[in-house]
């Protein structure tokens, strides 16, 4: 809507202080600041109202629904929290993006408003559904329709279902003949996948290029399935680190503020030539919503924040998961997620060893999965565990920024 109100003014341009203004809408960097402070203001405005309706609603956290009595007994007294407050960073978001986001293109404008605009609508897609699942398992969970929620393959098949959809029509995107600024770019890097440290541009002869092996062509079902992967891992990593106050939101908000840099520099074609990274055309629509993410989750873990007064529920953290996940294929900086997300990635780990270690050969290497309730039973305290996974994660992302440079 504002890049919008930008080509309006430009269409009737009079001069004065409003031309100037509108002007600066026109910018990745301003809208995406702009849009950071929307969604803080309305998560923060919402937050209240939304806790008091969950209250009334009686939709609370059930402490009881782990295998362990000892971690049911230490979290015992958040039983009267409020969860399902993802709605807040959900709605923040779309509050965000309506606004921010240059939509023209969906209809039928310019080319580069057309990639940008069908990007951001993907990833707001893959979000919003997502969530609807989480919404639909946390309300199992609360109407006591199965202790654990909804079934673990029915919410897999479901994921799988939204993700494999996303990437057919990310595929068909990036098909498109104005997706990139030649036809021959768009031959060399639609499936190609983009490794850290490495320049796809110097791959492949000459003194200075790298080995064609190098350079992962994916075939297109081939290609399908990694991304389909990705955002289904993705989705669930986060929401097995959702189990402490402030915890996942926090990481989440260190990521997605990597991800806005690393969207905002291939969507530009200087910075995208000048780091030998694919340039990706319209892609700095999806850094204006890493940053409304950025702020929608700092205005969460306002309420959420040790003691927190609402948990997200898997309502938020599917619905942030996916979003990572779906970003990372859409810049094409799927294996850096493993960086920029490593805590997520050091939580899933924890419970995969945990299950297959005790189902082989009997023994437990933490002494609970996942990761951050391994320290809880060490005795270490809630809010230290995650003021250092927040370090962590602000370090992670701070390296995966750092390698863009390093190639």
């Given amino acids: 809507m504002l890049y919008e109100l930008y080509e309006i003014g430009r269409a009737h341009k009079s001069g004065g202080r409003l031309d100037g203004l509108l002007n600066l809408f026109q910018y990745v960097t301003v809208r995406g600041g702009v849009a950071a402070c929307i969604a803080i203001l309305a998560g923060l405005a919402l937050g209240g109202s939304v806790i008091r309706w969950l209250r009334r609603r009686r939709i609370r956290e059930r402490t009881e629904k782990s295998d362990s009595p000892r971690l049911d007994e230490m979290h015992r007294t958040k039983s009267e929290t409020p969860t399902m407050g993802g709605l807040v960073i959900l709605v923040a978001v779309l509050a965000a993006a309506i606004l921010c986001v240059n939509w023209g293109g969906l209809l039928g404008g310019e080319p580069v408003a057309f990639c940008g605009g069908y990007y951001a609508l993907l990833v707001v897609s893959v979000m919003v559904w997502m969530g609807l699942i989480g919404m639909i398992d946390d309300r199992m969970k609360l109407l006591e329709i199965r202790k654990k929620g909804m079934r673990l393959w029915t919410k897999l098949a479901l994921q799988c279902a939204v993700a494999l959809g996303a990437s057919l029509l990310l595929l068909w995107l990036r098909e498109q003949p104005d997706a990139w600024r030649t036809a021959g770019e768009g031959e060399r890097y639609r499936t190609l996948l983009t490794l850290p440290f490495v320049r796809p541009d110097t791959a492949g002869g000459g003194e200075k290029g790298l080995p064609d092996w190098l350079l992962l062509d994916l075939p297109r079902v081939v290609f399908v399935l990694f991304t389909t992967v990705v955002i ?176």
């Avoid at 319209?282 to 959420?304: D, P």
């Avoid at 493993?338 to 899933?348: H, N, T």
């Fill in 232 to 407: 289904v891992s993705s989705t669930n990593a986060v929401n097995l680190a959702d189990g402490l106050d402030g915890l996942a939101v926090g990481c989440t908000i260190f990521v997605a503020l990597a991800y806005a840099v690393i969207a905002y520099v291939t969507g530009n074609t200087g910075f995208a030539d000048a780091l030998g990274l694919p340039y990706i055309r319209g892609a700095g629509e999806v850094a204006i919503l890493c940053a409304a993410v950025a702020g929608a989750g700092a205005a969460f873990l306002w309420f959420n924040a040790h003691p927190a007064e609402v948990f997200m529920g898997d309502t938020g953290s599917l619905a942030l998961g996916g979003f990572l996940g779906t970003v990372a294929v859409v810049v094409k900086q799927e294996v850096l997620l493993i960086l920029a997300g490593g805590i997520f990635v050091a939580e899933a780990l924890s419970v995969l060893v945990q299950v297959v270690s005790f189902r082989v050969w009997g023994k437990r290497v933490f002494a609970i999965a996942p990761l951050h309730h391994h320290f809880q039973f060490k005795g270490w305290p809630e809010s230290r565990i995650v003021i250092r996974f927040w370090i962590i994660a602000g370090l992670l992302a701070l390296a995966s920024v750092a390698t863009l440079k390093v190639r």
